[in-house]
């Protein structure tokens, strides 16, 4: 008889990626002209199946995104539940980006992690035009709402679902039946999220065994403190600022809800994308920490979106970085603009892996920094990539907490109990057979 009790999901999840960590590693010191290895193993199994688990994450985000906001919206008693909602979530994801980047430049202006760097290294960077706010508010309204579907835009999805749901609402009996299969539609997509994470475990380790063989670790040494700096601002700003920000709006216990985040935030290193990591933050929002689906299903998208913490800290680092490498002085001027600039590049910034660095472009050019400076940074960005993803998703669920107890759509027991979400987390495929 087996008595021993099965290891929880994240415990796969870490085993999964310390193994694929490891696994990488070996190959890159034992392996690393060996062509069986390298065309069957990282660019054969490896690199596939890290391939089809993000591709299967993401296949879940716009079907999730949409019907989860449709069944928010259409259960809101009244649009000004809607607009305060809107406001506060707004207004939060906003503030704290400001006091990210805050923290940023004065770390950077304490740390000097740019001083003697050697520029030798430079390259040429190309940039790519950064689309104005006005472009930016624009193009968050869809022409056309499939258009909007098949192309994975998650602004105007949200956009659309909105207006959706409250017309929904707003069409009494016709509307409760479609509201009634929305919501059923939503318990079946959850139950696909909960598949998806059963296979995670093997395709964290895919992913990780692939990065970790062609990673640059060398690349850091070079920019040893430029990491070091960016790192700890990232993991100060996830601990204590979000940590300070929950107790002093919600009164909740930071460490119960850093330990409920472990999930998600593998999820978000792992991938390096908020956007793939939308049904993962999403489940640990609602089934976890107690978060109802009326403000989580509005938030955890949005906020995977347009708020990222951990990208503007990347940028004000960097930018601190670039200035004092290149020997250029940045008056207080700039570096409000600095605030106002990657408060919004971050808005703008698409939550996949890399892109906050072409969004840097538009900050360095606010601040007439040349853009070579990108080139300089970019050997290590992946593994930062892969923090500052997880403390952009952290920012998200932290103000899903506050917004949803301020609204009155929070079960605290839910998230005192240690074990809540589990039930959730169990599929029984006997139907499937
Ligand atoms: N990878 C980040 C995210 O998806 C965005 C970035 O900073 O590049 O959240």
């Known amino acids: 008889m087996n008595t021993k009790k099965p290891m929880s999901l994240t415990g796969r999840v870490i085993l999964g990626m310390v193994a694929g960590i490891l696994t990488g590693f070996v190959i890159r010191t034992l392996f690393a002209d060996n062509g069986f290895v390298d065309n069957y193993l990282v660019h054969g199994l490896f690199e596939v199946g890290g391939k089809i688990f993000i591709a299967s994450l993401k296949m879940l985000v716009v079907p999730l995104v949409f019907v989860s906001l449709v069944c928010g919206t259409s259960s809101l008693k009244d649009l000004s539940t809607l607009g305060r909602m809107g406001g506060k979530t707004l207004g939060l994801y906003v503030g704290t980006t400001a006091v990210a980047i805050t923290l940023a430049l004065t770390m950077g202006t304490i740390f000097q992690p ?10 040429t960077f190309a940039s790519t035009e950064a689309p104005s706010l006005g472009q930016v508010i624009v193009n968050m309204f869809p022409t056309n709402p499939i258009n909007a579907m098949a192309q994975g835009n998650t602004l105007q999805i949200i956009v659309f679902a909105i207006l959706f749901g409250i017309a929904i609402s707003a069409a009494g009996k016709p509307g409760e039946r479609i509201a009634a299969v929305f919501a059923d539609l939503n318990e079946v997509i959850m139950k696909l999220v909960a598949l998806l994470m059963h296979i995670a475990p093997y395709g964290v380790f895919f992913l990780m065994a692939k990065l970790f063989t062609g990673l640059g670790i060398e690349a850091i040494f070079n920019l040893a403190a430029y990491f070091a700096v960016l790192a700890g601002t990232l993991l100060i700003h996830g601990f204590v600022t979000y940590g300070l920000m929950l107790k002093g ?12 985040m472990e999930d998600a935030v593998m999820f978000a290193f792992s991938t390096a994308s908020s956007n793939a990591t939308i049904p993962v933050t999403m489940e640990t929002a609602k089934n976890r920490m107690g978060v109802d689906n009326k403000v989580a299903s509005f938030t955890v998208p949005l906020g995977a979106t347009i708020n990222m913490d951990g990208t503007a800290i990347m940028q004000g680092v960097a930018t601190v970085f670039i200035a004092q490498a290149f020997n250029v002085d940045l008056s207080m001027t700039d570096y409000l603009t600095v605030i106002l600039t990657a408060t919004l590049a971050s808005i703008g910034t698409a939550g996949v892996p890399g892109v906050g660095l072409i969004m840097l472009a538009m900050v360095l050019n606010q601040v007439g920094l040349p853009l070579e400076g990108i080139a300089l940074i970019m050997g290590v960005d992946r593994l930062l990539d892969m923090i500052r993803t997880a403390v952009n ?26 074990k809540a979400g589990e039930k959730e987390e169990k599929v029984h495929l006997s139907h499937a057979q």
């Open 393 to 418: 998703i952290t920012g998200d669920s932290v103000v899903t907490i506050i917004v949803g107890k301020s609204e009155g759509a929070f079960d605290q027991t839910r998230f005192e109990d240690p």
């Open 249 to 260: 709006f919600t009164g909740l216990n930071p460490f119960t809800f850093f330990k409920k």
């Open 114 to 123: 740019g001083a003697g760097a050697d520029l030798a290294a430079a390259t």
